[in-house]
């Protein structure tokens, strides 16, 4: 799949999801198999670039080409000043949001409440493109399949969208109004793909690599984007990627290896974010990491009591040396279907 000058080396990417897929993230991900990942959504507002978090979400060094930066906003001239701000910091891709069911987003008319604005749509995608054009970066848009359930609008939104000049479209299998609930549909992603041109990817409920091949069959879709699936499961990218070569499986990973993979995360987490921050943010990752492997419930209690990174790392190479480091890591089948 290419998109703009990007020719992108598989069809599993990482989904945008904020206070998870900071650079850390993001580069574990790739390195593990992820062909593409883009960054945890930027306010468009300047007043909020000078900011603590802000700085952080653009930090992108030693970040794996092409960085693609998700920015949010209801403001055309200020999304399009945000696209070229991001560009200047590193982006090679824009990736315009209009699809976070959050109220705090759709409450100032960003995120999917634009779905119900399709005039305001064109004159933000309209807005960005003409301002990155110059500069050579494509724009992409992440989006849903509409406000709710009676007014999708997901096919006359990929249109407009291809026609202004977007490079690519992600569509989550929901409406704003699904929120998370239920189950994602891929009717209307297979309507949008037969419908356009550009590459069309594929998100929502894709936890498993017979999942992504049954939905990249299904839709024709160009790639599939994981989001809540890969919290705490970083490999999951070279598992899809491997299966959708090969038609075979990977090895479930070894403690060793979920050892390994979960520390160098964390060491790269605390020097990103600091002492206080990064004790603090790296607890929800150690759940997510360790959440149903067995034996592990009174090991992450216990980390959500630690105040410092010292003690929250050793508490886990203790807990991973009464482990074989050669045994895979099992997950309970009634685990997996919940």
Known sequence: MRIGPWILPNPVFVAPMAGVTDRPYRQLCKKLGAGYAVSEMAASNPRLWDSVKTSRRLDHQGEIDP?????AGSDPDMMAEAAVFNVRKGARIIDINMGCPAKKVCNVAAGSALLRDEN??????ESVVRACLPLDVPVTLKTRTGWDASSRNAVRIARLAENIGIAALTLHGRTR??????????????EVKQAVRIPVV???DIDSAETARYVLDYTGADAVMIGRAAQGRPWIF???????????????????????????HLEDHYRFYGEFIGVRSARKHIGWYL????????????????ENTRDQTRALEQWFECRPGDQPVRIPEQALAA
Request: net charge negative.
């Open 291 to 306: 959440a149903n492997v067995p034996g592990s419930g009174a090991l992450v209690r216990g980390i959500n009591q630690i």
């Open 238 to 264: 070279r598992e899809i990627a491997h299966f959708l070569e090969t038609g075979s499986h990977l090895a479930p990973p070894t403690y060793g290896e979920l050892r390994a993979c979960l520390l160098d």
């Open 120 to 125: 305001q749509v064109a004159k933000i995608l």
């Open 67 to 71: 960085i693609a930066v998700q920015i």
């Open 177 to 190: 109004c699904d929120l998370y609930q239920g189950r994602a549909e891929y009717d209307t992603i297979r």
């Open 202 to 204: 594929a998100n929502g």
